[in-house]
Antibody, heavy 117, light 106 residues
């Protein structure tokens, strides 16, 4: 069974940084685009970023461009999201997703990021 | 950016009923449309992709239809485990965008 396990969430002050990690098991990780989708408390889903299999292409939602960086390590079956200059509006559960041609058949359980003073 | 809308916001039904959920895109997305089910405290689960293809493990009481800008998710006979929020998502045009969701409850 495919598993995606996120870690690294927590409480951070506005302007601070966090690095999220996602480790995949039972997934042919290096063959998938991977991404992050977030969900603010009580709200809907928002795609945040994704990265090509070899890391050569990366895309971001406009609201995080220049602040967030997505990366991956195929040798470790791991995906990362470095989040800098965090804002209150970045508060959300962040889900790691495996991206199959734009839809998401596999999701992690999510990790909560709270930006507050 | 393509804006996705869903109706109704809440659908009140009973077990055994047929549920019909609608999703509309602000411009054509062809058949690049997915549906996800989310239960409280859980991650979303893919139900339908390419507008009408059931994902692995999804029972055949779930069906999707539509193309272009109008899409429908139908649950033919609601079971207790189907009460959840359903989101549609377009992946035709970057960036991928989700609808606000339809809550299916009793």
């Amino acid at each position: 069974e495919v598993q995606l396990v996120e870690s690294g969430g927590g409480l951070v002050q506005p302007g601070g940084s966090l690095r999220l990690s996602c480790t995949a098991s039972e997934l042919s990780f290096s063959t998938y685009w991977m991404g992050w989708v977030r969900q603010a408390p009580g709200k809907g889903l928002e795609w945040v970023a994704n990265i090509k299999q070899d890391g050569s292409q990366r895309y971001y939602v406009d609201s995080v461009k220049g602040r967030f960086t997505i990366s991956r390590d195929n040798a470790k079956n791991s995906l990362y999201l470095q989040m800098n200059s965090l804002r209150a509006e970045d508060t959300a559960v962040y889900y790691c997703v495996a991206d199959r041609s734009g839809n998401y058949p596999y999701w992690g359980q999510g990790t909560l990021v709270t930006v507050s003073s | 950016e393509i804006v996705m809308t869903q109706s109704p916001a809440t659908l009140s039904v009973s077990p055994g009923d047929r549920a019909t959920l609608s999703c509309r895109a602000s411009q054509s997305v062809s058949s690049f449309l997915a549906w996800y089910q989310q239960k409280p405290g859980q991650a979303p689960r893919l139900v339908i992709f390419t507008a009408s293809t059931r994902a692995t493990g999804i029972p055949d009481r779930f069906s999707g239809s539509g193309s272009g800008t109008e899409f429908t998710l139908t649950i033919s006979s609601l079971q207790s485990e189907d009460f959840a929020v359903y989101f549609c998502q377009q992946y035709s045009i970057w960036p991928p965008t989700f609808g606000p969701g339809t809550k299916v409850d009793v």
